[in-house]
Each structure stands twice: as structure tokens, then as C-alpha cells.
């Protein structure tokens, strides 16, 4: 089947390590996206890429990085920079060009204890 | 950014009744987008809207594209308590290419 996978569904951290969130798709969608949401909020986004080996800045970037090495995956990387890790992580992509429709994986829950 | 304001921002139903919320923009969008998201999962496309005044149907799903572009509505009819869950509206933002705009969600609770 055609989709999104994220991994793993929990991750749990120690304060000032670095995590990395893991986002596969095997849609041929060109772009991909990280969103955080927290609790009872809406989605905000994080970065996004359109082709592979570029990247950019969405709305809350710092603390975070990102890598589009291969068009089906867009790994995150939360670093210790970030001061609120603590968060739901889901990760979406669109076929870029038309970016008309977003479909979105299961999610990844990081807490950093 | 362009915003969009969802509302209501929660209802609180009985089994059986029917649900309409709704998104709108001070600006166009050319693509709707309405999603369902289920505690601790994803967000799940529900239905997808590409031309004004366009309605369209899923199972008890229907959504509609407003006319002017800046709004659209999604109804719910004869709720079932698997219909639990947040309701997002989104779309591609038109002044910031490969960006999306979402709505704060409404949350809806089906009581039996």
C-alpha cells in the first residue's frame, strides 16, 4: 500500500540529546513536510522541502533540522537547541507543483524527560 | 499568512443528529481540503474540493467550496459515536508556494 510511514509511534529522549524523527513515503511525492502540534493546538509548521537536497524554514524552525537526501525520505532532527521538544510530530506530503492535496503519516510522540 | 477561521470550535452532538462547521478566509484559496484527526494519529483526508461551487460527497460526508473562494462547509449527517474526533480545514497557501494554511479544528463529541 501507498503512504506515509513515521517511526517510531513513541520516542522517548533524555534533555539535551539529540533525536531524529523518521518520515518515509512512498507516494513519488515530491514534496514533504514536519509539522509539531501540541496539545489542543493546531498544526504548525516546522520545515518543508520541495525536491530533493533543498529545503526551507517554515514557522518554527529553530532547534530543529532537516536532510532531503532521497525524494522518499525527510528525516528531523529535534536537537538540544530546541527549549520545548516535548511535542507530537507528524510528518505530510503533496506532489509538488500542483501542492493542492497533503496527506499526512501516523505521527511520532517525542518526550524528553 | 493567509488565515483560516474554523468554527464552531467544538459541538457536543447526539448519536444521530447532523454536523456542519465550517472555514473561511478574508482571502481565495483554489483548493479545500478537510480532514479528521482520531486522538494520538495522524490526520486523515477526508475530502478534497478543486473548483468553486463544487459539492461533494463521502459516505455521510459532504463538503462544499464556496462560491466566493474564501469559504467552504462540511456536514456530518446521522452521526455515530466513530465520528468522535477534530476536524481540520486546510489549503495550499496562494501567496507562499508549497505552503498550507489549516484551521484550529472543531472538535466534535458524539454522545449516545
Known amino acids: 500500500d501507498g503512504g506515509i510511514t513515521q517511526s517510531p509511534k513513541y520516542l522517548f529522549r533524555k534533555e539535551g540529546q539529540n533525536v531524529t524523527l523518521s518520515c518515509e513515503q512512498n507516494l513519488n511525492h515530491d514534496a514533504m513536510y514536519w509539522y509539531r502540534q501540541d496539545p489542543g493546538q493546531g498544526l504548525r509548521l516546522i520545515y518543508y522541502?520541495?525536491?530533493?537536497?533543498?529545503?526551507q524554514k517554515g514557522d518554527i524552525a529553530e532547534g530543529y533540522s532537516v536532510s532531503r537526501e532521497k525524494k522518499e525520505s525527510f528525516p528531523l532532527t529535534v536537537t538540544s537547541a530546541q527549549k520545548n521538544p516535548t511535542a507530537f510530530y507528524l510528518c505530510?506530503?503533496?506532489?509538488?507543483?500542483?501542492?493542492?492535496?497533503?496527506?499526512f503519516g501516523p505521527g511520532t510522540r517525542l518526550t524528553v524527560l | 499568512g493567509q488565515q483560516l477561521n474554523q468554527s464552531p470550535q467544538s459541538m457536543f452532538i447526539q448519536e444521530g443528529e447532523d454536523v456542519s462547521m465550517n472555514c473561511t478566509s478574508s482571502s481565495i484559496f483554489n483548493t479545500w481540503l478537510w480532514y479528521k484527526q482520531d486522538p494520538g494519529e495522524g490526520p486523515v483526508l477526508l475530502i478534497a474540493?478543486?473548483?468553486?461551487?463544487e459539492l461533494t460527497s463521502n459516505g455521510r460526508l459532504t463538503a462544499q467550496f464556496g462560491i466566493t473562494r474564501k469559504d467552504s462547509f462540511l456536514n456530518i449527517s446521522a452521526s455515530i459515536p466513530s465520528d468522535v474526533g477534530i476536524y481540520f480545514c486546510a489549503g495550499p497557501q496562494t501567496d507562499s508556494w508549497g505552503k498550507f494554511q489549516f484551521g484550529a479544528g472543531t472538535q466534535v463529541v458524539v454522545t449516545p
Open positions: 474540493l478543486y473548483k468553486a461551487g
Open positions: 505530510a506530503s503533496s506532489i509538488a507543483g500542483t501542492t493542492d492535496t497533503q496527506y
Open positions: 522541502s520541495q525536491i530533493v537536497n533543498d529545503f
